[in-house]
């Protein structure tokens, strides 16, 4: 049998394929986990794995940081090589990393078949390097996997052939349902010594908030004022930290008082303080989705989202970087006049099933 490779990259894809994996080895598929290694940091990724119950990856490529050319074309470099080895049944990439764009080049050049899990997804602002990988990867991939009707709506709008784009919900729901359970044997709100409920979770890593000093200032005045009153837990990207003590900004921020700045955290730990959180500030994409699904409050900290599902049905509100935006809509959640959602259909936590069937199916039809 030939194996399916399953490649992951960075934080944002463990959570992703660990599900994907459970339900395929259940199947007794042939299988390849391979970590390119984007993100290295024990706390970036090995906490993941062991976190999400996933075996350590067969393959690990190691290419670390870079610009993007010398991070992509390392992964391409090595990828490559590993197909020429293996010669896989097919390759499948999730989200919209730069791992995700190197692997899809490499199978398409290759002829190997290669399905993008999270397709369709689009911000339309090409200044956003994930933008540029979402929209090279669905171009060369073979199977389209979507999470929710907006992206099947963006395929075709770019002309994708509707027999390549299968909607098949959102897979990071599937780890963040059947992982809520463990997390609450988290200990860490305890030792923290917060109460359930009545603090804010903050996450900051975007380029277009983070690498200038001008958005990164008018966030931290939105924290201060937050934490007038409220408590707001900051678990902090390795990219974020750097450029804060670049700009001199690191100190402003220990210097908060009600704000509490951890290093980033493990899975279990960071959704039990997700589920518990009076309400979410991110700039990430996962995030958007996950407090969607739990009922919990989103201000978005970006101009736009790839996400928008999570706007009009759920908990999202898209807010920038903007400090009076921000806390017109802390009061709101203050005073409980914030908008209530719904969870989106598909959002369920069978999304790894769906994706094996479509899986076989297309194994099947070539
Ligand atoms: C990457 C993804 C982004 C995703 C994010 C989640 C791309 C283009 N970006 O951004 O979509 O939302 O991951 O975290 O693929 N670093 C460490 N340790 C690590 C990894 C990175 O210290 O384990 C530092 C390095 O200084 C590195 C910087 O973080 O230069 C940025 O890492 P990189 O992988 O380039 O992008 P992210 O900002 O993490």
Known sequence: MKPIILVVGARPNFMKIAPLYDELNKRSKSLILLHTGQHYDEKMSKVFFEDLGMPKPDIYLGVGSGTHAVQTADVMVKFEQVCFDSNPELVLVVGDVNSTLACSLVSAKLCIPCVHLEAGLRS?????????????TDVVSDLLLTPSADADVNLRGEGIPESKIK??????????????ERA???????????????????????????????????????????CETTYVIFPIHPRTKSNAKKFGLLQQLENIEKLVLLEP????????????????????????????????????????TERPITVVEGTNVVVGSDTKAIMHHVNSIHKEEFKSGKIPDLWDGKTAIRISDELENFVNKR
């Open 184 to 226: 609450k044997k988290s200990n860490l709100l305890n030792e923290l010594n917060i109460e359930k409920g009545t603090y804010a979770l903050m996450t900051l890593h975007r380029p277009s908030n983070v690498d200038s000093q001008e958005p990164f200032l008018r966030i931290i005045e939105a924290i201060k004022l937050i």
């Open 124 to 136: 339309n602002d090409r200044e956003m390097p994930e933008e540029i990988n979402r929209l090279v």
């Open 265 to 304: 955290l493990g899975y279990l730990d960071f959704i039990s303080l997700m589920s518990q959180s009076k309400f979410v500030l991110t700039d990430s994409g996962g995030l958007q989705e996950e407090t969607t699904a739990l009922g919990i409050p989103c201000l978005t900290l970006r101009e736009n």
């Open 167 to 180: 909607r098949v919900g959102n897979i990071m729901i599937d780890s963040l349902f059947n992982n809520l």
